[in-house]
């Protein structure tokens, strides 16, 4: 079989974990739990592509290597600030918490 084919076989869910562990050369394996989530749920915006056969779920190492490929982030819509931004925001909510006791201070409301 050349490597088309073997890109189009389809590889029942329940076989994956093996082939992962191979793809990405992790140590630990990859549970038969966690393919079924991605197929599911996904990860970070992206499902693992999958076709029923009978009963049994099933995936082909192209859309595994689909799966596995880097992408540009999937945006949300909403900037999430850095921890530089994030710590700025602090200490300017910290500083007009400050100009607020003083006010209140001068005012005789509080000590």
Known sequence: MNDTANDQELI???DVPIIVKRM???RKR???NTIYRWARK????????TQPVGGTLCTTRAWL??????R?????GID????RERQRAKTAGQRM??????????LGLIQ
């Open 12 to 14: 029942p869910l329940r």
């Open 80 to 83: 999430t600030p850095t921890p």
């Open 97 to 106: 918490n400050e100009q607020a006791h003083q006010r209140l201070r001068d």
């Open 65 to 70: 290597n689909d799966f596995f490929a880097p």
């Open 42 to 49: 996904g990860v970070r915006g992206r499902k693992l592509q």
């Open 24 to 26: 990405t050369g992790h």
């Open 30 to 32: 990859t549970t038969a």
């Open 72 to 76: 540009e982030p999937v945006s949300t």
